[in-house]
């Protein structure tokens, strides 16, 4: 019923810029929060940044200042401008849309929604 599609990852140089999207498709009615976490090999899946549907922002102290979180609410999408990648960036990158609200018939349901992942790679 509800899909998150994840794209713009790749292999960049130390110092270079990427930008992530990720698109929430179904018959959504409404998200909360959308956000971004990360997962590098043998490590555990932080949290990167998050947005909410009003707009307001927060970022993993690794990222501040480097990364840029933003949603098209109109688009259900969520963009995250990588800036200044540093190899430490490296990882699967998740988007996440919580408490998305979508419509099947004639009914409600809300829930928590993960994308595929998406490869970042920085190198030195």
């Known amino acids: 019923q509800v899909q998150l599609v994840e794209s713009g990852g790749g292999l960049v140089q130390a110092g270079g810029s990427l930008r992530l999207s990720c698109a929430a498709s179904?018959?959504?009615?409404?998200?909360?929060?959308m956000g971004w976490s990360r997962q590098a090999p043998g490590k555990q899946r932080e949290a990167v940044a998050r947005?909410?549907?009003?707009?307001?922002?927060n970022y993993a102290d690794s990222v501040k200042g480097r990364f840029t979180i933003s949603r098209d609410n109109a688009k259900n999408t969520v963009y995250l401008q990588m800036n200044s990648l540093k190899p430490e960036d490296t990882a699967v990158y998740y988007c996440n849309a919580g408490g998305l609200t979508y419509n099947s018939g004639s009914k409600y349901y809300t829930g928590d929604y993960w994308g595929q992942g998406t490869q970042v790679t920085v190198s030195s």
């Open positions: 179904g018959s959504i009615f409404s998200i909360n929060a």
């Open positions: 947005i909410t549907s009003g707009g307001s922002t």
